[in-house]
């Protein structure tokens, strides 16, 4: 899968089994933010491959509620939100291989299933403590 | 581990278009991954791996 022409048919493959709703709440800046546009192209891209998403957009400098609900720090940011929130963000521009980890991602949502050994499941559902995983990545 | 726990969030974060994030955790290769602004984790590395390191930092 890739964001080239040829990958389209890909993307709508994989997302034409969606079982639930997901919702990608897109956070974007009116200045000062090169790869918005972008950004914004590819997340309402991948939204049109799937009646199963929907998509928000707020003003990371306007909407201060929805920034703080989300937890966002920058722009442009994608959150992957289904019936619950589940703390999965994308910033930066999704393409290359983040493209396929966004789908990637919005397929997890939907299902609920991680996709993770019995044991790591287990290890992970007795966390109490706040944990924030940032994975830095590029798209080739 | 973000679906599973609702006290995990897991961010993707495009490298070369945070050049700050990229001082500030000192990434020079990519992935590399930071739990909790202090755990690093370099590289891909099995499942199981990866799980008990980021969960390392709990408690």
Known sequence: MHADA??????ETALAALGAPVRLVFFTQTFDCETCLPARQIVNRVASLSDQISV??????????QVEAYGIRR??????????????????????????????????????????????????????????????VTPT | MALISPHITASAVAAVEYPDLVRQYRVTGVPKTVVNDRVEILGAVPEASFVSQVLAVDG
């Open chain 1, 6 to 11: 040829g990958g389209a048919v890909n993307l």
């Open chain 1, 75 to 136: 722009v442009p940011a994608i959150a992957v939100v289904g019936e619950a929130d589940t703390g999965i963000r994308f910033y930066g521009v999704p393409d290359g291989h983040e493209l396929v980890s966004l789908v990637e991602s919005i397929q997890l949502v939907a299902s609920g299933d991680s996709g993770l050994s019995d044991e790591s499941q287990a290890l992970i559902a007795a966390v109490e403590q706040p944990i924030d995983i940032q994975v830095f």
């Open chain 1, 56 to 65: 928000e957009e707020f003003n990371i400098v306007l909407d201060t509620d």
